[in-house]
C-alpha cells in the first residue's frame, strides 16, 4: 500500500521561504512521478508542480514559477517543495501526490494516491 507523508508546513511571513518534504513507501519510487497540490479554505484543490519518474522534468503553475522548485531524491524516496518569495495567497494546505502513468499532469484524477497534507501560512 502506498503511503505518502508531508512535512515542513508551518507559519511564515511574506517574503520567507519554506521547505516541504514528502516520503513515499509502498511501491519503487523512482518509476513513478510526483506532484504537489495546495487547496485554500473555500477554493479548489489546484496543482503547484510536478516532477516526472526521473527528475530530468519539471513542471509549474503560472503562479508559482519562478519561486517555487520541485525535486526529488529517489534514494530517498522523497519529494520536495522549496517555496521561496512566499506570498499571503500562497497559504493552503499542501499536498503530494502520486501518479502511475502522467507525467507532469495537471489534472487530480490522474494522481492515484495523496498524503494527508501539511498547513502553510504565511502572514502578511
Known amino acids: 500500500q502506498v503511503q505518502l507523508v508531508e512535512s515542513g508546513g508551518g507559519l511564515v511571513q511574506a517574503g520567507d521561504s519554506l521547505r516541504l518534504s514528502c516520503a513515499a513507501s509502498g511501491r519503487t519510487f523512482n518509476r513513478y512521478p510526483m506532484g504537489w497540490f495546495r487547496q485554500a479554505p473555500g477554493k479548489e484543490r489546484e496543482f503547484v508542480a510536478a516532477?516526472?519518474?526521473?527528475?530530468?522534468?519539471?513542471y509549474y503553475a503560472d503562479s508559482v514559477k519562478g519561486r517555487f522548485t520541485i525535486s526529488r531524491d529517489n534514494a530517498k524516496n522523497t519529494v520536495y517543495l522549496q517555496m521561496n518569495s512566499l506570498k499571503p495567497e500562497d497559504t493552503a494546505v499542501y499536498y503530494c501526490?502520486?501518479?502511475?502513468?502522467?507525467?507532469?499532469?495537471?489534472?487530480?484524477?490522474?494522481?492515484?494516491?495523496w498524503g494527508q497534507g501539511t498547513q502553510v501560512t504565511v502572514s502578511s
Open positions: 501526490a502520486q501518479s502511475t502513468y502522467y507525467s507532469g499532469s495537471h489534472s487530480i484524477s490522474e494522481y492515484d494516491y
Open positions: 516532477v516526472s519518474s526521473s527528475g530530468g522534468h519539471t
